[in-house]
């Protein structure tokens, strides 16, 4: 009865390679999120969907790409790795759009680009 | 976006003293102002939130003030326990799309 799950939990892989990470809530919010949590553990978000529906994509290089088949899941594919794409990512969702409902973080998937 | 700024980004206690972290932030529009806490390798967690019609919010330990008109707002932890020591953060963002920002983390240490 996990909240918010994301796969995988752990994620080598080679420069240039592409990859996905997928998300799942089964809280039943419209809204979910990408952060990117950098090594100085910056919290930064990439995108949010408000049911199915984009609705910020901060500047984000295009070799991100979100895409969220139904409200419950909200998956992030990456094309052509880059060493400092290196993170822990993310997946989060909320009851209320915009920022003032409480955000359920997922356990992360930690990418190491090598 | 929304400018946030969180300080201190490293604190060090004794189990037993007090801490305090502030966000400052720059969007009047905010309207919602919550804590997460994240140990080390697990997710961020919501401990606290304050909404902007009051002022200041507290359960148990834990409190959360708010200044609307200086636009800044902290957390206070009381009797600070080793189970303290964590990344803290301020989010701020309200109900515009495109304003949600993460303060930069402050590293709590609380030693026995």
């Known amino acids: 009865d996990t909240a918010v799950s994301q796969t995988p939990k752990y994620l080598v892989t080679q420069m240039g390679n592409d990859k996905s990470i997928k998300c799942e809530q089964n809280?039943?919010?419209?809204?979910m999120y990408w952060y990117k949590q950098d090594s100085k553990k910056f919290l930064k978000i990439m995108f949010s969907?408000?049911?199915?529906?984009?609705?910020i994509n901060e500047t984000v290089p295009n070799r991100f790409s979100p895409k969220s088949p139904d409200k419950a899941h909200l998956n992030l594919h990456i094309n052509s790795l880059e060493l400092g794409d290196s993170a822990v990512y993310f997946c989060?969702?909320?009851?209320?759009?915009?920022?003032?409902?409480?955000?359920?973080f997922g356990p992360g998937t930690r990418l190491l680009v090598l | 976006g929304e400018n946030v700024e969180q300080h201190p980004s490293t604190l060090s206690v004794q189990e037993g003293d007090s801490a305090v972290i502030k966000c400052t932030y720059s969007?009047?529009?905010?309207?919602?102002f919550p804590w997460y806490k994240q140990e080390l390798g697990k997710r961020p967690q919501l401990i606290i939130d304050?909404?902007?019609?009051?002022g200041e919010k507290k359960d148990q330990r834990i409190a959360v003030t708010l200044n609307k008109t200086a636009k800044h707002f902290s957390l206070h932890i009381t009797e600070t326990q080793p189970e303290d020591s964590a990344v803290y953060f301020c989010?701020?963002?309200?109900?515009?799309?495109?304003?949600?920002?993460f303060g930069q983390g402050t590293i709590l240490t609380v030693h026995p």
């Open positions: 809280l039943g919010h419209d809204t």
């Open positions: 989060a969702s909320s009851q209320v759009q915009g920022g003032s409902g409480t955000q359920y």
């Open positions: 969007d009047s529009a905010s309207n919602y």
């Open positions: 304050i909404r902007s019609n009051v």
């Open positions: 989010l701020t963002g309200g109900t515009s799309y495109g304003k949600l920002t």
């Open positions: 969907y408000n049911n199915k529906e984009l609705i």
